[in-house]
């Protein structure tokens, strides 16, 4: 069985810094690429990010480009989102998920989410 | 990258059928087979519920189909249940390398 374990909810100010985390297991996890989503409170799905399987390629979407940062430790079978520059607009439910195919195909597999709110 | 358009609510009562649609353009659902549907019934993961425009996973079942026509997809779920009362979303593979989700319809099961 697939198991994507995220870390706990945080607070953080605005212009803060945060690393996202989330381990896998049930599944050979350099098989597979992963991704970040995003969705605001009562909003719909965001894309955020997606890393292929060996970590050598990733690619963002334009609201999160150039601040945040996707990685993997495939020997820790975990990974990883690097959140700076924070703004209220970044307060969401961010799940980890899992593709079908090692760079990307669709997203077959669903954590249970980070809550992070933005907030002074 | 704008969103898919999806209508906001869609309603059905139960034993009807109701199709969802998903408008992108050339760049995204037009030019890639990447187009998958997503159901998330309240306070739940989004769930897989079609890939790859008409496939289903093992598991869902066959009252749920997809189809797609130039730039816009489309979910249909047929003899609609009250379970099916949930929020839906489609996303595609974009020509830029990255994906993109629709804003999301919800079902209604009168």
């Known amino acids: 069985e697939v198991q994507l374990v995220q870390s706990g909810g945080v607070v953080v100010q605005p212009g803060g810094s945060l690393r996202l985390s989330c381990t896998a297991s049930g599944f050979i996890f350099d098989d597979y690429a992963m991704h970040w989503v995003r969705q605001a409170p009562g909003k719909g799905l965001e894309w955020v990010s997606v890393?292929?399987?060996?970590?050598?390629?990733?690619s963002y979407s334009d609201s999160v480009k150039g601040r945040f940062t996707i990685s993997r430790d495939n020997s820790k079978n975990s990974l990883y989102l690097q959140m700076n520059s924070l703004t209220s607009e970044d307060t969401a439910l961010y799940y980890c998920?899992?593709?079908?195919?090692?760079?990307?195909?669709?997203?077959?597999?669903w954590g249970e989410g980070t809550r992070v709110t933005v907030s002074s | 990258q704008s969103a898919l358009t999806q209508p906001p609510s869609v309603s059905g009562s139960p034993g009807q059928s109701v199709t969802i649609s998903c408008t992108g353009t050339s760049s995204d659902v037009g030019s890639y087979s990447r187009v998958s549907w997503y159901q998330q019934p309240p306070g739940t993961v989004p769930k897989l519920i079609i890939y790859e425009v008409t496939h289903r996973p093992s598991g869902v079942p066959d009252r749920f189909s997809g189809s797609r026509s130039g730039n816009t997809a489309s979910l249909t779920i047929s003899g609609l249940q009250a379970e099916d009362e949930a929020d839906y979303y489609c996303s595609s593979y974009t020509t830029s390398g990255t994906w993109v989700f629709g804003g999301g319809t919800k079902l209604t099961v009168l």
């Open positions: 998920a899992r593709d079908s195919y090692s760079s990307t195909l669709f997203i077959d597999s």
């Open positions: 890393v292929n399987w060996d970590g050598g390629t990733a």
